[in-house]
C-alpha cells in the first residue's frame, strides 16, 4: 500500500551554498530566521511549479507556520538583500516571487574570466 506519492512528497534540492553560508549569515548574523526559512519555502516551491511563485502573504504564512507580519516583514528583508524578486501586475495584484542565487552568478563570473 502506497501512502506518498513520490512525486508530491520529494524532497527538494539546493545549493550547498544555501545551507552551509545562507542559513548561518540570516538566521545568525541578520537574526533573522523566518527569512530563511520563506527564502527554502519559495526556492523549493519554485522548484515543484517551474517557475515564479503567485502567493499571498496570508497563504505563504500558513505554509510555512509563521505569522502574516513575519512573512511580509521576511519578504521585504529578502528583496532588500537581493535574495528574492518581486513582480506585481499591478498594485493590488498577487505578488509573483522567485528567488535568486547570486552566488551561482558571482560563480559563472569567475569562471568566465578563466579563474
Not at 506518498?4 to 534540492?13: I, P, V
Not at 526559512?37 to 517557475?51: N, S
Request: aromatic residues 10%; charged residues 25%; positive net charge.
Amino acid at each position: 500500500m502506497r501512502c506518498y506519492s513520490n512525486m508530491r512528497y520529494s524532497m527538494a534540492t539546493f545549493d550547498h551554498y544555501v545551507l552551509d553560508t545562507l542559513m548561518r549569515d540570516l538566521v545568525g548574523h541578520d537574526h533573522k530566521p523566518v527569512s530563511f526559512l520563506v527564502y527554502l519555502w519559495i526556492a523549493a516551491e519554485q522548484e515543484r511549479r517551474g517557475g515564479e511563485v503567485c502567493v499571498s502573504y496570508r497563504e505563504m504564512a500558513e505554509s510555512i507556520g509563521v505569522s502574516k507580519s513575519s512573512a511580509q516583514a521576511a519578504v521585504a528583508w529578502l528583496v532588500k538583500r537581493k535574495l528574492l524578486a518581486a513582480r506585481k501586475e499591478s498594485v493590488t495584484a498577487t505578488p509573483a516571487y522567485s528567488a535568486r542565487m547570486p552566488w551561482r552568478d558571482t560563480a559563472k563570473r569567475l569562471v568566465g574570466r578563466g579563474r
